[in-house]
Each structure stands twice: as C-alpha cells, then as structure tokens.
C-alpha cells in the first residue's frame, strides 16, 4: 500500500506538504493542492483516518447509538442528524443498540477506540454511571442524566396534555392509553402523566396500559391491543404513545369490526412519515423531528469549540388532527 512518503516523492513536495494538504492546514497553493491530489489518486492512497485524528485531535465523526433502526421515529432522526451533520463537515456513525444494555455499552467503548467527537445518546437502557464516565461531548435525547450533560426533548407533558384534551373535548367516555414500560426513566413517561391528569380533571373513566420492557418490539401492539378490545369493547378513545402503535390500534379496530372515528377514536404521538400512510390518516402530536437531529448535532459541536450551550432542550410539539378523531 502506498505511503505519504510515496505520496511526496512522486507529487515533488515534502512530507510536511502533503500533511497539510490531508489536514488542511497551512497555507497550500491550489496547483499544489491539486497535484497532491492527483498523485494521491494515482497511487491509491487512502489516509490513515485514526492516525490524521491523534494529530488533529479531531476525528469529523459523531456517533449515534438508537434502540432501533427499524422503528419510524429513530430512522426519521438518524436521516436528519447524518444530513446535517454532514453539511457541516461531519459523518456519523450509527449504533442500533436494540435496547441490549451489554450491546450498547460495547458501541460505547467502540465510538471511544475510535475517538468520535461526541455522541448522540437517543437509547438509554445502561445505568446512569455509564454516561458520565464519557470523555466525549455527549446530549441524550428524552432521558436527562444529570445537571451537566444537555438533553432534547419534546414538550412531552404538553403533547400528553393536547391529546387527551381532544379525546375528551370530543365526547369520549372511556379512554385507554398505551404507554412505554413506565419503569424506564423516560422524559417520555410525562406524556401518561399528562393523560391521567386531564382524565382526573374531568371525571373521565381511564385505563393506562404499559408494554414490556422492549417498548419498540412491535410483535406485543398487536396482542395488547387485542385484549385491551376484548376486555374493554366500550372503549371510544386511545391515545398510543407512538404512531406506530396508533397503526396497530386502527388495524385492530377494523378486525373487531369498529368505525373509526365513530366508534373508536385515536391519536398517535410523533407525526412520522407513516401517520399519512395508514387509512384513515392518523391524528397524532407531532414532534419536530428535524429541529431534534439539528440541535443534536449543534449541541455537539458547541462542547467541542466550548461555546456556551443549554442543557435542558424542551421543543415545542404541536396537534395534527387528521381523520382517526
């Protein structure tokens, strides 16, 4: 394989000279720059990338570690986070931890070998001692480890709260929520708080059902919704904590027979893509998905240069009323 010192000997330049062309760094005449690159390309020279971030103590790679790939919400995100992480001279690395805390924690230790220079946390199932033994710049998303470390969340009180103001402002009388396993020390448990106190405020009878620890393993939707028809057929108001489980809710309906919205109404939370999909449209709280990836990534890039950032990231969430309600 060809070397820098090849590199340099072929194009007629130093070694220096090449150096500072690969880290661009230095003044470099653009003939000059163009001749190290073409000899590059000749001899086939691929930089040693781990080596150029020791010297520049900056490796221009994010890392990103998800509970699940598949799940619309995190696949939304990561496309926005890579994106704009790109346009501003960054790539990302991507760890799908499928919420296995052995798993994740071996992605940790992996973006450490390999120097990132941060890492967006959007899973969270290692205990809180793993996050701030970090090195790197780091934000989480929808989980707040401690008074240092940002986070970025949806307004998920305010979302909880809208939804089910709508499921009751629309005449419903008995209403269940599906949430994620509440054990989890999610910012997203505000959501089921929000439900159950619009619910108190009103009288209005309630029900909330939780999924088991792996809350993005959708094989479960579909049985707990099953049995939550069969147990409770009066049931005229559902509001799941994803649109991925709202999905399974308008499915399950049109299996026992319910219209839907005159007999069933529904609401998702996060307004991804498939929430126009499904027939009818999903109702739903939309999170800014986009403004969440952006401010990751700036987030980062603030703790790298030590500029001034805030740690607490509430995002406003907003109704999209469609044709479930």
């Not at 970090?134 to 989980?143: A, C």
């Not at 939804?163 to 008995?174: E, F, I, N, R, Y």
């Not at 479960?220 to 509001?239: A, T």
Request: proline share 3%.
């Amino acid at each position: 394989m060809a070397t820098i010192h090849d590199v340099a000997k072929l194009a007629n330049v130093s070694v220096t000279t090449v150096s500072r062309v690969l880290n661009n760094r230095g003044y470099i005449s653009e003939a000059t720059r163009a001749k190290v690159y073409k000899t590059m390309e000749e001899l086939h020279y691929q930089p040693n990338e781990i080596a150029r971030a020791l010297l520049r103590k900056q490796s221009n790679v994010i890392g990103l570690i998800i509970p699940s790939v598949s799940h619309p919400f995190f696949s939304e995100l990561a496309n926005h986070v890579e994106n704009y992480a790109y346009e501003l001279g960054y790539k990302m690395l991507l760890c799908n931890s499928e919420l296995d805390p052995l798993k994740e924690k071996e992605y940790i230790e992996m973006l450490k070998r390999n120097r990132v220079d941060g890492i967006i946390m959007g899973s969270h199932t290692l205990q809180v001692e793993e996050y701030k033994n970090l090195s790197s710049p780091i934000v989480t998303i929808d989980r707040q480890i401690n008074g240092d470390i940002p986070f970025i969340s949806s307004d998920n009180f305010a979302g909880g709260h809208l939804a089910a103001k709508l499921l009751v402002g629309k005449g419903c009388k008995k209403i269940a929520h599906i949430c994620g396993n509440l054990e989890l020390q999610l910012l997203a448990n505000q959501r089921t708080e929000a439900f159950r106190t619009v619910m108190e405020k009103h009288g209005v009878e309630h029900i909330i059902i939780q999924t088991d620890m792996n809350v993005f393993d959708q094989v479960q939707y579909e049985q707990i919704i099953y049995q939550l028809f069969k147990n409770h057929p009066d049931i005229d108001g559902l509001f799941a904590t994803s649109d991925i489980i709202a999905a399974f809710a308008v499915k399950e309906c049109a299996a026992a027979g319910k219209r839907i919205p005159e007999d069933v109404r529904i609401i998702g939370y996060d307004d991804v893509k498939a929430a126009r999909w499904i027939t009818p449209e999903l109702t739903t709280i939309k999170q800014p998905i986009l403004e969440i990836g952006k401010m990751a990534v700036d987030l980062i890039v603030k703790q790298m240069n030590e500029e001034f950032f805030e740690t607490e990231n509430i995002i406003p969430v907003s109704l999209v009323e469609r044709e479930t309600t």
